[in-house]
């Protein structure tokens, strides 16, 4: 089996090769070359260097999948690829659209008689060994037809991939799916923080989170990935002190970005009058982690001296 994937970022590329072990062929296309080239003398693709290559080199059904960003990238993609392709092609999309534009281009593409999937995709840079879980939309045929390259990406052919439903589904899905996943992590963030600055207990955030994933009704993935950052580095070697928690967050901003899919889920909740206080206040939060200023809190400041002349201590900048 052979398929098209364009954009080969660290997700891509990824994908790519994790397809090359299922031995499906991959033409390979990216605006950067350099990836191209990389993946090619890894013989994990056939290179492409324009579309009309990409095309030309696929058999009917052609099947491309797309891992570009969302929005206008994507969106460019795709009107340049309608009238390389005909009846029964098949465009996959793959990045993280938003699911109202997965709607809309599947009913652009029916026009051209070119089906449509929108595969919501989880699994970041673990995918590679780990697998990816994909939430597909599209017709049943259509999914059918690119079951082989779904069995290849996820964790295993029986499970880790599925049909949610048609086109639009997909990403309606991986959208609730981060949304949920914003929950999660705030969740965890607070408690840690609550551990960790409890001083008289001395408590072990490393020791703590490694003990929570065995057993624990809080055990999860992201739980795993924290677990495994507050570990010692095993080229440190079994000598050295434990590294602390803390000497590891001082090496990262605290600014959080959001990847938009967490706005879009609030928007959705609002428009269905659904209450969703918790994944709403932890994009807030993230939302909190980016104002270097303090401007709000100083107005809170200014408020509390005017009604009641409560002055807070003013902080000396360390130089």
């Given at each position: 089996?052979?398929i098209?994937?364009?954009?080969l970022?660290?997700?891509?590329a990824?994908?790519?090769?994790?397809?090359?072990?299922?031995?499906?062929e991959?033409?390979?296309?990216?605006?950067?070359q350099?990836?191209?080239?990389?993946?090619?003398?890894e013989?994990?693709?056939?290179p492409?260097?324009?579309?009309?290559e990409?095309?030309a080199k696929?058999?009917?059904?052609?099947?491309?999948?797309?891992?570009l960003?969302?929005?206008?990238?994507?969106?460019?993609?795709?009107?340049?690829l309608?009238?390389?392709?005909?009846?029964?092609d098949?465009?996959?999309?793959g990045?993280?659209?938003?699911?109202?534009?997965s709607?809309?281009r599947g009913?652009?593409l029916?026009?051209?008689?070119?089906?449509?999937?929108?595969?919501?995709?989880?699994?970041?840079?673990?995918?590679l060994?780990?697998?990816?879980?994909?939430?597909?939309?599209?017709?049943?045929?259509?999914?059918?037809?690119?079951a082989p390259v779904?069995k290849?990406?996820?964790?295993?052919?029986?499970?880790?991939?599925?049909?949610?439903g048609?086109?639009?589904?997909?990403?309606y899905?991986?959208?609730?799916?981060?949304?949920?996943?914003y929950?999660?992590?705030q969740?965890?963030?607070e408690?840690?923080?609550?551990?960790h600055r409890?001083e008289?207990?001395e408590?072990?955030?490393?020791?703590?989170?490694?003990?929570?994933?065995h057993g624990?009704?809080v055990r999860?993935?992201?739980?795993?990935?924290?677990?495994q950052?507050?570990?010692v580095d095993?080229?440190?070697?079994?000598?050295?002190?434990?590294?602390k928690?803390?000497?590891?967050?001082d090496?990262?901003?605290?600014?959080?970005e959001d990847?938009?899919?967490?706005?879009?889920?609030?928007?959705?909740?609002?428009?269905?009058?659904?209450?969703?206080p918790?994944?709403?206040?932890?994009?807030?939060?993230?939302?909190?982690?980016?104002?270097t200023?303090?401007?709000?809190?100083?107005l809170?400041?200014?408020?509390?001296?005017?009604?009641?002349g409560?002055?807070?201590?003013?902080?000396?900048k360390?130089?």
């Amino acid at each position: 089996m052979r398929i098209a994937l364009l954009g080969l970022g660290k997700m891509g590329a990824n994908m790519a090769r994790r397809l090359a072990r299922h031995n499906i062929e991959v033409v390979g296309f990216n605006r950067s070359q350099e990836i191209v080239n990389t993946l090619a003398a890894e013989q994990v693709i056939i290179p492409a260097n324009t579309l009309t290559e990409v095309v030309a080199k696929l058999s009917t059904p052609r099947i491309i999948w797309l891992m570009l960003p969302a929005g206008i990238t994507t969106e460019e993609a795709i009107n340049q690829l309608v009238p390389l392709l005909g009846k029964g092609d098949i465009i996959i999309d793959g990045g993280n659209s938003n699911y109202h534009d997965s709607v809309r281009r599947g009913q652009l593409l029916a026009q051209h008689n070119i089906s449509f999937v929108d595969a919501g995709t989880s699994g970041g840079i673990w995918g590679l060994e780990n697998g990816y879980c994909l939430m597909v939309g599209g017709t049943t045929q259509t999914v059918e037809i690119i079951a082989p390259v779904l069995k290849a990406l996820a964790p295993a052919s029986d499970r880790g991939w599925a049909r949610v439903g048609p086109v639009g589904a997909g990403h309606y899905t991986k959208m609730i799916h981060n949304g949920i996943e914003y929950g999660m992590m705030q969740a965890y963030s607070e408690g840690f923080t609550l551990l960790h600055r409890k001083e008289e207990f001395e408590i072990d955030l490393a020791q703590i989170t490694e003990l929570w994933r065995h057993g624990s009704v809080v055990r999860s993935w992201l739980l795993d990935l924290t677990a495994q950052a507050f570990k010692v580095d095993a080229a440190v070697g079994p000598a050295s002190p434990a590294q602390k928690p803390a000497q590891i967050l001082d090496a990262l901003s605290p600014y959080v970005e959001d990847s938009g899919e967490g706005r879009w889920v609030v928007i959705e909740a609002v428009e269905q009058g659904v209450a969703i206080p918790v994944i709403t206040l932890a994009l807030q939060m993230r939302f909190v982690s980016r104002e270097t200023s303090g401007y709000g809190y100083r107005l809170l400041s200014l408020m509390r001296k005017a009604f009641g002349g409560h002055v807070a201590p003013k902080i000396e900048k360390k130089s």
